[in-house]
């Protein structure tokens, strides 16, 4: 793999401020952000009269906490514009959340708020050790979803020649990589994997293609994952994380020559880890649920979003900003199996560090005789023993998260294959 560092002289200087720098910035946008919140959106008004808290009330970064949260419920609550604090018709994108668990989440985006959009995420694909002039296959979903637009203004923004191929069609994928040879692509790391087998499908390489670095979000991955896909692809595999209600993709970025979590582009979202069960916020190192407020954002500004993500916020190294480390789920995702918590992430790295296993699996989860159950369904490699790579899978999951499940190795193609986010829990109980 190449040395893809870029260049010291190309980053933003305030990713490498000093944090006294960076912590004043923060101040003076923040004490801006509560304030055209509270002036301009009523739901914000209101939560703050209501907890007795005024935005001129906040003289540090700490008073933060005595702000109110705001979750899904408050945005479902004022669907579809009632968030926005500018008008309508300066309202220039409309982006929403699928809402295959409910109402979808609607955003919208200023001029300015594209134009800052643009700026993290080329900082975020800069980081990942691409340059102005590069061609990037961006299988990111367009359409309502954030990650293929997202990406894309972020690519004009860095100055790099975008492939807007989208999610889907992997045949195609396959084919415009080699025909195009792109040096980056975005797309999120299950369907990597769909176009790592439409690659063996077609009895193509996929390390002789022109792809040097690959970035993966929109859903967890574990390094287990990392290693899979960079080894398969001989290319660099780092992650981006975001979500609509903070901006999209590009709200905390890995950088290539580290690998070691992901910086949080501080000087634009505000970043806080709090005791899901308390609401209290934690000390940084210490695991729990990231709360994000915008610095900037002002069609759809948000205050103290309760994301539901569990993390733990670390201090900078290749960049001043802070980094969280890589997501381990959402609480949503949480499997509570006869009292243990599990993640799929969990199963996800067992499953990696299973030899005859393929990286496709599904959970499945079922309640026969009051019993909650789960099984576990993936593939075999091609020719691998599937009796010996299931009870060895089955055993290092009782060894290292004390759960018996069951273990179904089944013909490759079998689990259900991922275009976009994948879904790996389903639930029959
Ligand atoms: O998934 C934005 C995005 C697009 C990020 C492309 C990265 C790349 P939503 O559809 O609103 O937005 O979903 C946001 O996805 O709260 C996390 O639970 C999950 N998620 C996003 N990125 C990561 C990641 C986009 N790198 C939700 N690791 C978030 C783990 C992620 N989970």
């Given at each position: 793999?190449?040395?893809?560092?870029?260049?010291?002289?190309?980053?933003?200087?305030?990713?490498?401020?000093?944090?006294?720098?960076?912590?004043?910035?923060?101040?003076?946008?923040?004490?801006?952000?509560?304030?055209?919140?509270?002036?301009?959106?009523?739901?914000?008004?209101?939560?703050?009269?209501?907890?007795?808290?005024?935005?001129?009330?906040?003289?540090?970064?700490?008073?933060?906490?005595?702000?109110?949260?705001?979750?899904?419920?408050?945005?479902?609550?004022?669907?579809?514009?009632?968030?926005?604090?500018?008008?309508?018709?300066?309202?220039?994108?409309?982006?929403?959340?699928?809402?295959?668990?409910?109402?979808?989440?609607?955003?919208?985006?200023?001029?300015?708020?594209?134009?800052?959009?643009?700026?993290?995420?080329?900082?975020?694909?800069?980081?990942?050790?691409?340059?102005?002039?590069?061609?990037?296959?961006?299988?990111?979903?367009?359409?309502?979803?954030?990650?293929?637009?997202?990406?894309?203004?972020?690519?004009?923004?860095?100055?790099?020649?975008?492939?807007?191929?989208?999610?889907?069609?992997?045949?195609?994928?396959?084919?415009?990589?080699?025909?195009?040879?792109?040096?980056?692509?975005?797309?999120?790391?299950?369907?990597?994997?769909?176009?790592?087998?439409?690659?063996?499908?077609?009895?193509?390489?996929?390390?002789?293609?022109?792809?040097?670095?690959?970035?993966?979000?929109?859903?967890?991955?574990?390094?287990?994952?990392?290693?899979?896909?960079?080894?398969?692809?001989?290319?660099?595999?780092?992650?981006?994380?975001?979500?609509?209600?903070?901006?999209?993709?590009?709200?905390?970025?890995?950088?290539?020559?580290?690998?070691?979590?992901?910086?949080?582009?501080?000087?634009?979202?505000?970043?806080?880890?709090?005791?899901?069960?308390?609401?209290?916020?934690?000390?940084?190192?210490?695991?729990?649920?990231?709360?994000?407020?915008?610095?900037?954002?002002?069609?759809?500004?948000?205050?103290?979003?309760?994301?539901?993500?569990?993390?733990?916020?670390?201090?900078?190294?290749?960049?001043?900003?802070?980094?969280?480390?890589?997501?381990?789920?959402?609480?949503?995702?949480?499997?509570?199996?006869?009292?243990?918590?599990?993640?799929?992430?969990?199963?996800?790295?067992?499953?990696?560090?299973?030899?005859?296993?393929?990286?496709?699996?599904?959970?499945?989860?079922?309640?026969?005789?009051?019993?909650?159950?789960?099984?576990?369904?993936?593939?075999?490699?091609?020719g691998g023993d599937s009796t010996d790579a299931a009870r060895a899978l089955a055993s290092r999951i009782k060894q290292t998260i004390g759960i018996s499940v069951k273990v179904d190795v089944a013909h490759p193609g079998s689990v259900e294959r991922s275009q976009g986010k994948a879904v790996r829990?389903?639930?029959?109980?």
């Amino acid at each position: 793999m190449k040395d893809l560092t870029p260049a010291k002289h190309t980053l933003d200087p305030i990713e490498i401020a000093s944090r006294d720098e960076i912590a004043a910035l923060q101040l003076d946008r923040l004490k801006w952000s509560l304030n055209h919140a509270y002036q301009n959106v009523p739901h914000y008004k209101a939560a703050f009269d209501a907890a007795g808290i005024h935005p001129d009330d906040l003289t540090s970064l700490s008073d933060l906490a005595k702000f109110p949260f705001t979750t899904k419920q408050d945005l479902r609550a004022n669907y579809p514009f009632g968030m926005f604090a500018v008008p309508r018709k300066d309202v220039k994108r409309i982006h929403a959340s699928s809402g295959t668990t409910g109402q979808p989440t609607v955003v919208g985006y200023t001029e300015n708020d594209l134009k800052n959009w643009g700026n993290v995420v080329a900082r975020s694909l800069r980081a990942a050790g691409l340059q102005p002039g590069d061609l990037l296959h961006n299988a990111y979903g367009y359409g309502l979803f954030t990650g293929g637009l997202g990406i894309h203004l972020g690519a004009d923004a860095l100055g790099l020649t975008t492939i807007p191929i989208s999610g889907g069609m992997t045949p195609r994928q396959v084919r415009l990589i080699e025909d195009f040879k792109p040096k980056g692509i975005t797309v999120t790391p299950s369907y990597a994997l769909s176009v790592l087998d439409e690659f063996d499908a077609q009895n193509l390489d996929p390390r002789a293609s022109s792809l040097e670095v690959g970035i993966f979000g929109a859903e967890p991955w574990t390094n287990a994952m990392r290693t899979e896909i960079e080894q398969a692809f001989d290319m660099h595999a780092v992650d981006i994380y975001g979500l609509s209600e903070v901006i999209g993709p590009g709200v905390s970025m890995e950088c290539v020559e580290t690998k070691d979590g992901l910086h949080i582009w501080e000087d634009h979202f505000f970043p806080e880890i709090i005791d899901p069960n308390t609401g209290q916020p934690v000390e940084d190192g210490e695991m729990g649920e990231l709360v994000f407020t915008s610095l900037t954002k002002e069609a759809f500004p948000i205050i103290r979003y309760r994301t539901r993500d569990l993390t733990r916020l670390l201090p900078g190294t290749a960049r001043s900003m802070r980094r969280m480390e890589k997501v381990t789920g959402r609480s949503d995702d949480m499997i509570i199996l006869r009292g243990v918590n599990v993640f799929p992430t969990q199963i996800e790295e067992c499953l990696m560090a299973t030899p005859g296993l393929a990286p496709h699996f599904q959970i499945e989860l079922t309640k026969p005789d009051r019993m909650d159950q789960m099984r576990v369904l993936c593939e075999a490699t091609n020719g691998g023993d599937s009796t010996d790579a299931a009870r060895a899978l089955a055993s290092r999951i009782k060894q290292t998260i004390g759960i018996s499940v069951k273990v179904d190795v089944a013909h490759p193609g079998s689990v259900e294959r991922s275009q976009g986010k994948a879904v790996r829990i389903v639930d029959k109980r």
